[in-house]
């Protein structure tokens, strides 16, 4: 069974400017996540999607952050303008279910370095 | 606001040692629990988990403790090998609402041969 697929896996940009992260997950899991992984600290949801629609995005800083999971299946993760304090790994994680404790999967991630 | 608080940031341990890390939580909302393992370089994966109804779970040679009246939950690792070197995070997640899984900070453990 193929994992989550990320891209790119490094991406080096100056502040101020774009960029965008792809995930497609694994076949069939209706919710999508995106955490922040800065490093020596725990993930941090920024979006949680259920299909197509949006459940949780609380944590996600919609002035420069926006995300998008179009047909219910891959997703991209934009950041525009950047600030230094983006440098993260961003980590997409799929399940089957959102409810019932069901185990995330998470692809190996896109780690970022604003400069 | 952290809402799993972990500890240690950072564990060594010789090998064939018991490694032991500790989460506690505040919200008695949670009702699933699990431990995630990273290697450097990849994305975490389930390890273990555990509900509040059960005071102990074993897998092999990993076992969860947990104490509902002390909101705190801990991870053994019995006979830890050098392939057990990664770092792990505690998690928590509760019904209802989003059901968003909350991640403590990371323990970052070295299992020396």
């Known amino acids: 069974e193929a994992g989550v697929a990320q891209s790119p896996r490094y991406k080096i940009i100056e502040k101020r400017q774009s960029v965008a992260f792809w995930c497609n997950p694994i076949?069939?899991?209706?919710?999508l996540y995106w955490y922040q992984q800065i490093l020596g600290q725990g993930p941090k949801l920024l979006i949680q999607f259920q299909n197509n629609g949006v459940v949780d995005d609380s944590q996600l800083p919609k002035d420069r952050f926006s995300a998008e999971r179009l047909k219910g299946v891959d997703s991209t993760l934009k950041i525009q303008p950047a600030k230094l304090e983006d440098s993260a790994v961003y980590l997409c994680a799929s399940s089957f279910l959102a409810s019932g404790g069901r185990e995330l999967f998470f692809g190996e991630g896109s780690r970022l370095t604003v400069l | 606001q952290q809402q799993v608080k972990q500890s240690p940031q950072s564990l060594i341990v010789q090998k064939g040692g018991i490694s032991i890390i500790n989460c506690a939580y505040e919200?008695?909302?949670?009702?699933?629990f699990p431990w995630y393992q990273q290697f450097p370089g990849k994305g975490p994966a389930l390890l273990i988990a555990i509900r509040p109804d059960v005071s102990e779970k074993k897998e092999g040679r990993f076992t969860i403790s947990f104490n509902k009246s002390a909101k705190q939950f801990s991870l053994h690792i019995m006979d830890s090998q050098p392939g057990d070197s990664a770092t792990y995070f505690c998690a928590a997640k509760s019904v209802g609402g989003s059901e968003k899984l909350v991640f403590g900070k990371g323990t970052k453990l070295t299992v020396n041969p």
């Open positions: 919200n008695t909302a949670f009702d699933y």
């Open positions: 076949s069939g899991h209706a919710t």
